[in-house]
């Protein structure tokens, strides 16, 4: 036998050799199940969900009212193409593959207010799950109100370098219109938008954990929403090996549109940009913010750079940091930042401001789960904005009862549904991992009259929608599908659940006393004739005579239940 070679040793100079940097597109390339593309058929849902969330934002800050369509088309057994369009303000050209094709790329990462995109991942990240699966590029066509014509381009993304690459750019005749439930109803076209055409790999399945379910709960939260929706597929028999007759049938209108029209026709209140309070910045930000300062002094840089701070307040830091008030923050920033990191935290400031939040409210709560969800109870609570780490945020809760058997969706045996909401935008997966399952279920639902199995949801036939605003939602990984459990979070929303639930306990004991009531006028209606029959024999009156009396016998019992 002869020997084997032994392995030569690594050196310092050949491990460094290979080292070399790794891209942002890289990394989620190769771990693409952080960004919610683990699967065929989440990968579906994640890019409606970053196409749909990209263009509500662009709406309403343009003061837009939304109105958008999403077509799913099955160009293959495990190939779908996703087509969102919307009525927003547009894109400018020079913008478009950036915005389309380069992962960490937008314009709310750095800013403190409400919004649904917050990274500058999502939709870049769909077009590279698109790209990776097919090879095919993203397709945007684009045309803003100032434009004669629009524009389509279609863009890859180079995961070496994080660059869009541009494969077509052309201007054509493009309007965005959107179709209504039936040919009898007229297309309506805007004059600007957007539409975003992704082909991939993907599973279309239908229920609680799909696009028609993340869609139906979009329509419910964002009232002001109209959303046209279509899915067409291959027929069974062709599923396999589509024809090219066949893939041209496929191209015609055959499913037929479903709208959900909205049930509001005015915006949300627009959320203002805020500075970021100085007890949710901690040092690594610290330092970096007095650095980059273009602040004179110490004392201008903590008014000017933060929220909350007035000339008192930042003379008082100075003062227990031991700082001149007239220091220059760079030099602070790399000697003397500590001690004014800890000066900070000992100084009482009022709350950061709310007005960087625009919660749905009360009424458009109650309007998106009629319009969407049969119940016979309905009931809202929105609570006052408070604060985590620094972090304006403020939580709301919607619940909708149905009598059982009323709502076929809704049965009185099972766990009532939880539908979780941050910043307007559904939350489909990892349920369990999240702050507002955990505050659903620690609530004592037995005392508003539900049964409630130890540590679990309570059973019955209802619907509970949970939403949190905040200028900075804490998901529990880059998916966006869990709230972290933060016990400022859990608190609001346990508070605002047991307000719910005290209001639904008085609607079901009215309705217990009710139903009472009925039984015991039916026993009494009943007995009528022979209560009459009764009398009869007792006062000796004639026959005519008893059915007078039970005839003024059952208008009596008439008039007692009008009155309750």
Known sequence: MGKTKPTRAETAESMGARQREISVSEFFLKNRHLLGFD????????????????????????????????????????????????NGPGVVRSQIPKIFAKL????????????????????????MYGQLTTGKATRIWSKTKN?????????????????????????????PTFHGEDVHTEPESFRHGTCVSIE????????????????????????????HYRVILLKKDNAAAPTAEQQTELIQPEAPWQVFQ????????????????????????????????????????????????SDKAAHFICDTAGLSPKARPARIA??????????????????????CLSPIGEEQIVAGLQKEIVADFYTAVTRSPTVY?????????????????????????????????????????????CAITKAVSSVNWKSYGLPQPKGSLPIGPMVIMAHMASVWVPFTSESKEAVAHYPEIVRE????????????????????????????????????????????????????????????????????????
């Not at 004669?148 to 863009?155: L, T």
């Open 39 to 86: 699967s065929p058929r989440k990968a579906l849902l994640t890019t409606v969900k970053e196409a749909v969330d990209n263009s509500l934002d662009a709406c309403e800050e343009a003061g837009i009212l939304p109105a958008i369509s999403v077509e799913l088309r099955q160009i293959a057994e495990a190939r779908f193409q996703v087509q969102v369009t919307d």
């Open 493 to 564: 929303l346990t508070f605002a659940l047991q307000e719910c639930g005290r209001r639904l306990s008085v609607y079901l004991n009215r309705r217990k006393r009710a139903a009472e009531a009925e039984r015991k006028r039916g026993y009494i209606e009943k007995y009528i004739p022979h209560l009459a029959l009764g009398l009869q024999d007792i006062l000796g009156f004639p026959e005519p005579e008893k059915e007078k009396v039970e005839t003024n016998l059952k208008d009596m019992l008439e008039r007692t239940r009008l009155q309750v």
């Open 104 to 127: 960490l790329y937008g314009s709310k990462f750095h800013r403190l207010r409400m919004s649904r995109g917050q990274q500058g991942i999502g939709i870049s990240a769909a077009g």
């Open 389 to 433: 780490r620094g972090n304006p945020f403020q939580v709301e809760v919607g619940l909708a009862y149905a009598k059982p058997g009323e709502n076929q969706d809704l049965g009185g045996d099972d766990p009532i549904r939880v539908m979780r909401f941050a910043n307007r935008v559904p939350l489909l997966y990892m349920g369990g991992g």
């Open 334 to 355: 790399h000697q003397e930042s500590e001690a004014l990191f800890k000066a900070i935290a000992e100084v009482k400031l009022m709350r950061p401001p709310t007005d």
């Open 262 to 309: 909205r049930a509001v026709k005015s915006l949300p209140p627009p959320s203002k940009e805020i500075k970021p309070h100085p007890h949710g910045v901690e040092l690594g930000v610290l330092m970096a913010m007095l650095k980059d300062t273009s602040a004179r002094s110490l004392k201008q840089a903590l008014t000017q750079d933060f929220s909350r701070v």
């Open 147 to 175: 434009q004669k014509q629009g524009h389509r381009i279609a863009v890859q993304l180079d995961t070496k370098t994080n660059k869009p690459v541009i494969i077509e750019d052309v201007e054509v005749e493009w309007l």
């Open 200 to 227: 991939m790999e993907a599973t279309y399945v239908r229920g609680r954990l799909s696009v028609d379910e993340f869609l139906k709960q979009c329509a419910i939260v964002n009232p002001h929403l109209q959303l």
